[in-house]
């Protein structure tokens, strides 16, 4: 007889929609000691959980029908700004992410260092701050057409921060634009951000 694997002997069915998925792409929730639904971004707070695939629009569904209650197992609060908090908590956790990366030489900066990374084939995505010139936006986005067209990869385009966080995060001096690049810790950071668009 075959020994289970340990991803076959976890259930993490999205509570919403029934689908199963990897832990990367879900959030898991407990309920705290008062009997209220926080999210356990870092999967190790202790007690019974339930899984919610990571978008901010089945979060809010899963607190408007009470299906919490019915994951945990248990009558607990979810408040109505659930959604919300999560959306913060995990811009936190990739901003987070995108700083050790620019560290670990993952992430470039600049309008001329994105656009060359792009058009080399190096860069996973790109990052826009929501206040950067529309000129700058269109220049990176050519080099992104150009990759596509000559049979290159997709590489998807970002405006998931308030303005100025992209700065912060990347410690530079009036970040406006940043390209993941393909490497590890660009890998790692790029994880983070397909949640939050």
Excluded: Y
């Amino acid at each position: 007889m075959k020994a289970a694997r340990k991803d076959d002997m976890n259930d993490r069915s999205c509570i919403v929609t029934g689908q199963s998925r990897s832990a990367e792409e879900m959030i898991r929730f407990v309920s705290d000691p008062d009997g209220n639904v926080v999210p356990d971004l870092k999967r190790n707070l202790p007690g019974r959980g339930c899984w919610v695939t990571a978008r901010r629009d089945l979060v809010d569904r899963a607190v408007a029908k009470k299906l919490f209650r019915r994951g945990l197992k248990q009558d607990v609060t979810a408040d109505l700004e659930l959604g919300g908090l999560v959306d913060h908590l995990l811009a936190k956790r990739a901003l987070g992410q995108l700083g050790l990366a620019r560290k670990a030489g993952g992430v470039v900066t600049g309008a001329v260092q994105v656009e060359k990374a792009v058009r080399s084939g190096e860069a996973l995505a790109v990052l826009h701050d929501p206040g950067a010139a529309s000129d700058g936006v269109r220049k990176i986005d050519q080099a992104r057409t150009f990759v596509l067209r000559m049979d290159g990869p997709e590489i998807p385009a970002f405006k998931s921060f308030a303005v100025g966080e992209l700065d912060l995060a990347l410690g530079g001096g009036n970040v406006i634009h940043a390209a993941i690049l393909d490497r590890q810790p660009g890998r790692a950071a790029l994880r983070h951000l397909v949640f939050l668009d």
